[in-house]
């Protein structure tokens, strides 16, 4: 998994609008300045949609899940290519949250992504938690 590198933009089209924000699927993902690992999603259709999502390798680094064959066709990659991952954050009452059930790929080498569905147990709304120093 290999994230953006810190300064560097994508433009990014979803494979399939993701969930809640349909018709929208082009969007940008821009870093956060001064927040490694925090990046902003923003749609490129003017509809003025943001969400933000957070490199799990930075926040969450026990999160290692297995992504099938499955999962890479869904931005169009083949099986085993390497992929970046993502995951959304939202504000709780108790702090800021992370969704681990449903991460969002990216293929960089194309600009294709999607929200995608793992297997297991993972958390819809895992706590989020301060990356070490």
């Not at 690992?37 to 923003?42: A, H, Q, Y």
């Not at 009452?93 to 990216?106: C, F, M, T, Y």
Request: hydrophobic share 50%; aromatic share 6%.
């Amino acid at each position: 998994m290999a994230p953006t590198l810190p300064g560097t933009t994508l433009n990014l089209t979803f494979t399939a609008p993701p969930p809640g924000l349909s018709p929208v699927v082009d969007f940008v993902l821009s870093p956060v300045e001064g927040a490694i690992g925090l990046f902003t999603l923003r749609d490129t259709a003017g509809a003025d949609l943001r969400l933000f999502l957070v490199d799990p390798a930075v926040f969450v680094p026990e999160y290692a899940p297995v992504l099938t064959e499955e999962h890479s066709a869904a931005v169009g990659a083949p099986a085993g290519s390497p992929l970046s991952v993502y995951v959304v954050a939202t504000m709780s009452e108790a702090g800021p949250v992370v969704n681990l059930l449903a991460p969002i790929l990216v293929d960089e080498e194309n600009g294709a992504a999607a929200q995608v569905i793992l297997d297991g147990d993972w958390p819809l709304r895992a706590e989020l938690v301060a990356p070490a120093a």
